[in-house]
């Protein structure tokens, strides 16, 4: 495929809970073959849910000067859990400063059922009445100071309700995708972010 000749922002990746960045290994070749040659993930560490997501955010926040510096602006990408670490970043450590754009993909805005299931501090803090998500949805409109995406599917098994994966502002594009994890391989969700990435206000 040619490569689109505008100037494109570095992207990171957010992995999200019992993953790595390995999961992104379709996204990656499918953002560098339109144009997106500095693509970047990491990999959170612990990345079961034994340490709270403010830990993990901080890692993100490292791990963005170690590479992009103070003044490169970036686009930042993250997928479920990865998406609640990527809104501690961007509302909480400064990273509303150095982000253009910004995508969730299945992420629990609103809390999961599925966080009740554990009692490993991450884990709880992605439940509907964890103190993280209502501080950070206490003031969630200072996100439309930039580009935001959600992506969705109703049929996720992972997120419960689904529904927690929108958010009422930005973009929401809802996807017919059967399984959680496929939400990163499906050509449509990879079409998707690559149009977030194009948005320009």
Request: aromatic share 10%; proline share 5%.
């Amino acid at each position: 495929m040619e490569k689109l000749n505008q100037k494109r922002n570095p992207v990171l990746l957010i992995h999200g809970i019992w993953d790595t960045g390995k999961v992104f290994y379709k996204m990656v070749p499918y953002l560098n073959e339109r144009g997106w040659d500095k693509v970047y993930h990491l990999d959170l560490k612990p990345n079961n849910g034994d340490a709270p997501l403010e830990e993990l955010a901080q890692q993100v926040a490292e791990f963005a000067i170690a590479t992009f510096g103070d003044e490169q602006i970036f686009d930042l990408i993250g997928f479920s859990m990865g998406g609640i670490i990527s809104r501690y970043y961007v509302q909480r450590l400064g990273g509303i400063k150095k982000i253009q754009r910004f995508i969730t993909i299945s992420s629990p805005h609103n809390g999961t059922l599925t966080g009740y299931g554990s009692l490993k501090p991450g884990c709880k803090q992605m439940r509907y009445d964890s103190e993280l998500l209502a501080d950070l949805n206490k003031d969630i409109e200072m996100l439309k100071e930039i580009e935001f995406t959600s992506i969705w599917t109703p049929y996720d098994l992972m997120i419960l309700p689904p529904t927690s994966s929108k958010i009422s502002f930005g973009r929401e594009v809802t996807l017919p995708v059967l399984v959680h994890a496929w939400m990163l391989t499906d050509s449509r969700c990879l079409e998707a972010v690559t149009e977030g990435l194009m948005v320009n206000g």
